[in-house]
């Protein structure tokens, strides 16, 4: 048995205190998509909310409300945004059987069991924290809207919480 000795960094966290009263503000965006497979950006749109409301310090809380449609955060590069797409393909595929397509065994006549599988990989929801009353995101971030069902009109609930 060896002897490995475990070293920790001791970091000294960053104490704030700020006064204020803890706010909450919402909205429900609704955008429309015009593909099955899209991956839409809507960063603009959620930051112009959260710069709407009085929060300075805090955050948004981004939330889909339909179950064939996630969120993600993610580069916009085109090449990428189209690798993504045939990832989804790859490891979800549409054309094979799943039960939730099968007449005999389900109501839904969509066929769209490949959309509700792949935002079991995405998820549904988002938190960004707001600094300055900005969202607070890497340089290449944005807030894509993961349409795998499409086109259709999808509504996200942004909830902005802090002070």
Same mark, same amino acid.
């Given at each position: ?22 706010k909450i503000a919402s909205t429900t965006l609704v955008f429309s998509t015009t593909e099955r497979i ?20 805090? =955050?948004?809380?981004?939330?889909? +409300?339909? $179950?064939?449609?996630?969120?993600? %955060?993610? !580069?916009?590069? &085109? ?6 797409s045939s990832f989804f393909e790859q490891i979800i595929p549409r ?35 707001? =600094?300055?009353?900005?969202?607070? +995101?890497? $340089?290449?971030?944005?807030?894509? %809207?993961? !349409?795998?069902? &499409? ?13």
């Amino acid at each position: 048995m060896s002897n490995l000795a475990l070293s920790a960094v001791e970091v000294q966290p960053k104490v704030e205190t700020k006064e204020g009263t803890y706010k909450i503000a919402s909205t429900t965006l609704v955008f429309s998509t015009t593909e099955r497979i899209e991956l839409k950006s809507i960063t603009r749109e959620i930051d112009a909310f959260v710069r709407q409301t009085p929060i300075r310090d805090g =955050v948004v809380q981004v939330s889909s +409300l339909h $179950t064939t449609a996630g969120l993600m %955060l993610n !580069e916009t590069q &085109g090449a990428l945004l189209s690798d993504i797409s045939s990832f989804f393909e790859q490891i979800i595929p549409r054309g094979v059987y799943y039960k939730h397509n099968d007449p005999l065994l389900s109501d839904c006549d969509r066929k769209n069991a490949d959309a509700h599988l792949r935002v079991v990989v995405v998820g549904h929801s988002l938190s960004i924290p707001i =600094v300055d009353g900005k969202l607070k +995101l890497g $340089t290449w971030q944005n807030v894509l %809207l993961t !349409e795998f069902d &499409g086109p259709n009109n999808r509504k996200i609930h942004v909830q902005v919480m802090g002070i």
